[in-house]
């Protein structure tokens, strides 16, 4: 009852402002809302992480010396980069979703769900962009340093991993960053597809109560808590990870 009483004056307090927060008064709207909150956030932690992976092991083709591996990536890096990841999902969903499920035929589901589908297409499309920051940190490592890791004998997989990589992420480290907080908020394309985030579950309501701006507010203010928070990740991982010698 107390939790009832605060959130009526909660309301009430808004509605002297214009704004119609009465949704939160039913308990499943609340809990539909607070279900879209909470999958916007696991998108957001499982996308992020695959994102960067997945940009690694491209930014590693692209610098390859083999031919058959660095020109497939540049098509792949090029066509993902340049063109929207709606069409990217709608094609992925409508059309590869649709062939797994011919080809099983009925004799085992589908494992990938609408949720892994938005997950692969926006870490994948992130993770182009990613590629190129890291390339960009490749090439701006001092030449004089590879050849003091020659010189000690490394292989070329130890040069990569050893030294190069941890680098070149620390030369990438605020266009990645910029990237990841672009990666939370494209995680809104989910709604597109009717994955429960945030956004699709303020569809849900404000189709029933005609709050939009209400409810608008609130999507924009949690986007921007979690970019803050991505942002404010990616500034103290740059402070941490900063090297004497190279940059300020």
């Not at 490592?141 to 490394?154: F, N, W």
Request: glycine letters at 6%; proline letters at 4%; hydrophobic letters at 50%.
């Amino acid at each position: 009852m107390a939790d009832s009483s605060w959130l009526q004056e909660a309301v009430q307090a808004t509605r002297t402002l214009g704004l119609n927060y009465a949704f939160v008064l039913d308990a499943g709207e609340r809990q539909a809302f607070a279900r879209g909150l909470w999958v916007t956030l696991q998108l957001c932690a499982v996308t992020l992480p695959l994102s960067l992976l997945a940009g690694v092991g491209l930014a590693s083709g692209l610098n390859s010396p083999r031919a058959w591996l660095r020109r497939p990536t540049r098509v792949f890096v090029e066509l993902t980069r340049n063109t929207p990841t709606l069409v990217q999902l709608y094609c992925a969903f409508l059309v590869l979703n649709l062939l797994i499920n011919q080809q099983l035929q009925g004799r085992a589901s589908n494992p990938l769900t609408p949720f892994a589908w938005v997950v692969i297409v926006v870490a994948l499309h992130k993770a182009a962009f990613h590629a190129e920051a890291l390339r960009a940190g490749l090439q701006a490592v001092p030449e004089v340093t590879l050849e003091a890791a020659r010189s000690l004998g490394l292989s070329s997989r130890q040069l990569l991993l050893q030294v190069e990589l941890p680098l070149a992420l620390r030369f990438a480290l605020p266009s990645l960053v910029n990237n990841l907080v672009d990666a939370v908020k494209m995680t809104a394309v989910a709604s597109a597809i009717a994955v429960g985030d945030v956004t699709y579950e303020s569809i849900m309501i404000w189709t029933q109560r005609d709050n939009v701006l209400e409810l608008l507010l609130l999507i924009l203010l949690y986007f921007g808590l979690l970019t803050w928070a991505v942002s404010r990740a990616g500034r103290w991982l740059e402070n941490r990870l900063r090297m004497p010698g190279y940059g300020t």
